[in-house]
């Protein structure tokens, strides 16, 4: 969305910039005031496809190599998808992250952003005791996004132990 200058509330003299952030589906937007709402970065969507290389282990061995094609898309601020400039494809996307990472890799970055996220939902749980609390439709919608990924996370790896690895 575009940022608008207008007064803040309680007709302060001084103009503020203000920009609502991006609302969840389940919730109302949330305005915020300064210089934040310019750095929040809303992603829509991300998209992970497998790629297989064939490579060579040092005793001559030949081994399939997994890899992940990973990119986090951006939602733009009218709501519409972006679109990649250059591209001819109508349905391409502008990517906000594009690369090409090793299967353990990514389960590592999925691994170390679990724990950061773990330690992020730690502070925000202690800082819950004051007076203001955060919107309950978007906790909500949060957590319920994270058992969703800690299901999702937990069946991909037991196909990766019970389908990949040699008994």
Do not use: H, W
Request: net charge negative; aromatic share 4%.
């Amino acid at each position: 969305m575009p940022d608008e200058i207008k007064p803040a509330p309680r007709a302060k003299p001084t103009p503020r910039i203000r920009k609502p952030k991006v609302a969840t589906k389940t919730s109302v937007p949330i305005t915020l005031y300064g210089a934040i709402p310019r750095q929040i970065v809303p992603v829509r969507s991300s998209s992970m496809m497998l790629l297989t290389a064939y490579g060579e282990k040092e005793d001559g061995e030949d081994v399939m190599v997994p890899l992940l094609d990973f990119q986090l898309f951006r939602a733009s601020a009218n709501g519409e998808d972006e679109k990649a400039d250059g591209v001819d494809d109508q349905n391409a996307d502008a990517a906000l992250i594009s690369m090409i990472l090793t299967l353990e890799n990514a389960s590592y970055l999925f691994s170390d952003m679990a724990g950061d996220m773990q330690r992020a939902v730690a502070v925000l749980a202690n800082q819950c005791g004051g007076g203001i609390k955060p919107d309950e439709q978007r906790i909500r919608y949060s957590a319920q996004s994270l058992r969703k990924a800690a299901s999702r996370l937990e069946e991909a790896a037991g196909l990766l132990e019970n389908d990949c690895l040699i008994s």
